[in-house]
């Protein structure tokens, strides 16, 4: 396991931008996938997105065209543009060294977890 710590969440109108990025602790065979959770209140956990080492990406369906997850080594990034209220969440960063199949997005996959920071997009 590594250590991640994620920054950048903050409040934006609907419409806006916001920059997440993930740190993590080391650039090792634990960040072989790093991800973007999202859990809102009274809601389960939820994939965002997620990237692997070679840069191959994944989306969640309610994401794509507007999220724009990448990498560099051990740091992720998860641009989000044209927010919605519905994006309002707090948002976690994870890793994990193996994926396997095509479901890249179950939280059940990571075993880092970094302690989230909170997006709040108002209409």
């Known amino acids: 396991q590594v250590q991640l710590v994620e920054s950048g969440g903050g409040s934006v109108q609907a419409g806006g931008s916001l920059r997440l990025s993930c740190a993590a602790s080391?650039?090792?065979?634990?960040?072989?996938?790093m991800a973007w959770f999202r859990q809102a209140p009274g809601k389960e956990r939820e994939g965002v997105a997620a990237?692997?080492?070679?840069?191959h990406t994944s989306y969640a369906d309610s994401v794509k065209g507007r999220f724009t997850i990448s990498r560099d080594n051990a740091k992720i990034t998860l641009q989000m543009n044209s927010l919605k209220p519905e994006d309002t969440a707090m948002y976690f960063c994870?890793?994990?060294?193996?994926?396997?199949?095509?479901?890249?997005?179950?939280?059940?996959?990571?075993?880092?977890w970094g302690q989230g920071t909170q997006v709040t997009v108002s209409s």
């Open positions: 994870a890793a994990s060294p193996a994926v396997y199949g095509l479901a890249w997005l179950e939280s059940y996959k990571y075993n880092s």
């Open positions: 080391a650039y090792t065979y634990s960040t072989r996938y």
């Open positions: 990237i692997d080492s070679d840069g």
